[in-house]
């Protein structure tokens, strides 16, 4: 697993391999992760097209 954290489990849920979403419509499902028991996440990103896209997404948690 590489420092930090790493995929537990490729995919991004519900059985989703790979998908397209058009313009304006929406998907649901989840991506898998793991990170260290004692770490404290402040933002998941995601890049898109194995992080070759131009688009990532960025989210804050707490």
């Known amino acids: 697993m590489p420092p930090g954290g790493g995929a537990a489990s490729p995919g991004c849920g519900r059985g989703w391999s790979r998908t397209n979403i058009a313009p304006g419509e929406s998907g649901k499902g989840f991506v ?8 404290k996440l402040a933002k998941i990103q995601f890049g898109l097209d194995s992080g ?6 960025q989210w804050t948690i707490g």
């Open 32 to 39: 898998t992760f793991e990170v260290p028991k004692d770490a």
């Open 52 to 57: 070759f896209a131009d688009q990532t997404g």
